[in-house]
């Protein structure tokens, strides 16, 4: 069964390189990124892994835990984290799950169509769209989901746009319009009158009578 947005984000209890993981629990009343693989020591992956190292801070301001997901053991996640690191220039602090029985895979409906595990020899094609991205919210609902196909690198400046979007109109009658970054007006949702948006937000950008802008709340 798929997972979707505003569902309940499944729990699970994992190993990962931060020890043991029990997911609901370590969120808290964070935000959560988690983002999966199909191998450890594959080019494509290392750099994205390297890309979240670098951003560890961007993540920590906006109150963002990370945890990636790949189908190896723990002791090839230490060995791989040694390339990402001198790969990125950064240390890859964030706990990578091992997840070789595929079970968060699973869960989270990680997997393409047709999948297979042969038992010897298995490359990252048999499992090949384990790339994923979540981002789970602190009531532990899925706020949004991308996949990747392996052959295309993701981009972590659209996924931390994403996560700035959700941020801001979380709980708010309010969305954001096409590539909107912080700092741009925001969209009013049309569950508030006009008298309603102006009292609430302040003058209104009057587009048509269903798209009213107005400053983004700071």
Request: aromatic fraction near 10%.
């Amino acid at each position: 069964m798929s997972v979707r947005i505003n569902d309940i984000a499944p729990d699970f209890t994992a190993e990962s390189t931060a020890g043991t993981i029990k997911f609901h629990e370590w969120l808290g009343d964070s935000y959560a990124i988690i983002f999966s693989h199909p191998r450890d020591f594959t080019p494509v992956c290392t750099t994205e892994f390297g890309a979240v190292a670098q951003l560890a801070g961007e993540f920590a301001k906006r109150n963002t835990k990370v945890i990636g997901v790949s189908v190896d053991s723990v002791e090839d996640h230490g060995k791989w984290k040694r390339d990402i690191e001198a790969f990125s220039g950064s240390p890859a602090d964030f706990p990578i799950i091992d997840d070789t029985s595929l079970t968060v895979a699973k869960a989270y409906d990680m997997l393409p169509a047709e999948f297979y595990l042969p038992s010897e020899g298995r490359t990252p094609a048999n499992t090949a769209t384990v790339r994923t991205v979540y981002i789970v919210g602190p009531d532990k609902k899925v706020r949004l989901t991308m996949t990747y196909p392996m052959s295309v690198g993701r981009n972590f400046a659209e996924i931390l746009r994403a996560l700035d979007a959700v941020q801001a109109t979380d709980g708010v009658p309010l969305a954001t319009p096409a590539n909107w970054v912080p700092g741009q007006d925001v969209i009013v949702a049309l569950s508030l009158n006009n008298e309603q948006a102006q009292e609430k937000y302040g003058d209104l950008d009057i587009r048509l009578p269903y798209l009213r802008f107005a400053k983004s709340p700071k």
